[in-house]
């Protein structure tokens, strides 16, 4: 097992709970490799191995806000979020970076880094990973394109912009990163689906750079099997009936699909079901969620850390996850770690992770009609679902191991 290598993870918050590049950091720590992690906020306490930055970084966050706001006035709602990195904070010099021999740059926005504070980073010579949760690293600053391929050439008149020319800021993001990219061959990009993957093959960004699929992983210390009876008195729900789980942030994203979501439980409750109630969870009381649903909800707020969020999968029967957007499905393959199936959409990582009338339901994009039907087939003839093979945390490990041994074989001795 190495003990020499050392790697740092950079992201913009560091929340406690559902962060895959969290869990990363802490899988790989426990095998042997030295794993650190620095981000500009936090809601884990500093240690040795954690570290967030000053209050003047977080200045300078703020005040990007103000640009991002300004590039985002005439961003089109439904086509979800578009970033232009203006402000960020220079890193390079952090002992963190310093002491890394390979560098993970993953979720980055948001004020922590901008293209000066990543090519800084270039410059240092170290191999660095991009883990792609989304696909903002390979188009010209769209996080999801939904149908659009323009990255693959010129991002002009962007689909996301009122009246967008074709020579608009996505244009131009577009070009500035395909001349930082081409600029350094220490540049490394893994997705976490095959999904993603593939997309990132066809890049004009990233189609001639290093690719590689590697799964996120969960703790399976956590996401386990628990007693469903037990479970539901510890968080006060309902010990009979059918619960049915929902989890999100933002319920009305437009990434989220609740519309379609919502039309779904119309149906499912016109075949006289009764005794289902939805737990919600995610996000905060919402009355008009609540009205416009035709089932018993209960809102169980935002979960503070993951023995929570693991109760809550353990606690319903079915999970639904109407995602129009995913880049890979962290909240379903926690549910199936803890045994409970799930109903999506066929769209994005998803059909990696459910194995369709096996261990959930894949349902067509946006039928709400076929996701009544999942919806009602897991009810009736899945009692429980699993996670495949594949998303061990110990083989995916091995995964970043064999990295590591590519990019850094210098660095690498195990």
């Not at 519309?259 to 009764?274: D, N």
């Amino acid at each position: 097992m190495n003990k020499m290598i050392k790697v740092v993870h950079l992201q913009t918050h560091l929340p406690s709970s559902g962060n895959a590049a969290f869990r990363l950091h802490q899988a790989l720590n426990q095998n042997g490799v030295h794993s650190r992690m620095l981000s500009l906020t936090s809601d884990v306490a500093p240690n040795t191995n954690l570290n967030h930055l000053n209050l003047k970084a977080t200045i300078v966050a703020r005040l990007n806000s103000k640009f991002h706001n300004r590039h985002n006035e005439n961003v089109i709602e439904k086509f979800g979020l578009f970033s232009y990195p203006v402000l960020g904070t220079d890193i390079s010099n952090h002992h963190f970076v310093r002491e890394a021999d390979v560098i993970y740059i993953h979720w980055v926005l948001a004020g922590f880094l901008n293209f000066s504070g990543l090519e800084k980073l270039m410059k240092l010579g170290k191999p660095i990973i991009f883990f792609m949760h989304d696909m903002w690293t390979i188009t010209g600053g769209c996080h999801h394109s939904f149908t659009c391929t323009k990255y693959s050439g010129t991002c002009s008149k962007c689909q996301m912009f009122e009246n967008a020319k074709t020579n608009g800021l996505p244009a131009k993001e577009l070009r500035k990163k395909v001349r930082l990219y081409h600029k350094y061959d220490n540049l490394n990009f893994v997705s976490p689906s095959n999904w993603l993957y593939e997309l990132a093959k066809k890049s004009v960004l990233t189609k001639d750079k290093p690719l590689f699929h590697i799964p996120n992983l969960v703790d399976t210390t956590i996401f386990k099997p628990a007693d469903k009876k037990t479970v539901r008195q510890i968080l006060n729900l309902p010990n009979t009936g059918t619960l049915i789980g929902f989890g999100a942030i933002s319920p009305k994203s437009p990434y989220k699909g609740w519309s379609y979501l919502k039309k779904a439980f119309e149906l499912v409750a016109e075949q006289g079901r009764e005794d289902i109630g939805i737990v919600i969870f995610g996000s905060d009381y919402d009355q008009e969620i609540e009205q416009a649903l035709p089932f018993k909800c209960y809102f169980v707020g935002r979960l503070r850390d993951e023995y929570s969020s693991a109760l809550v999968y353990n606690a319903v029967d079915l999970f639904v996850a109407p995602s129009l957007a995913e880049t890979f499905g962290l909240v379903i393959l926690e549910s199936l770690r803890c045994g409970t199936p799930v109903v999506a959409f066929k769209t994005g990582g998803i059909p990696e992770l459910i194995r369709h009338k096996k261990n959930g339901y894949l349902a067509k994009y946006k039928d709400s009609l076929d996701l009544a039907e999942g919806i009602l087939f897991c009810l009736n003839m899945l009692s429980s679902g699993e996670a495949l093979p594949e998303f061990d945390t110990e083989v995916i490990v091995k995964q970043h191991l064999a990295l590591y041994k590519q990019i850094a074989p210098n660095k690498f001795i195990g």
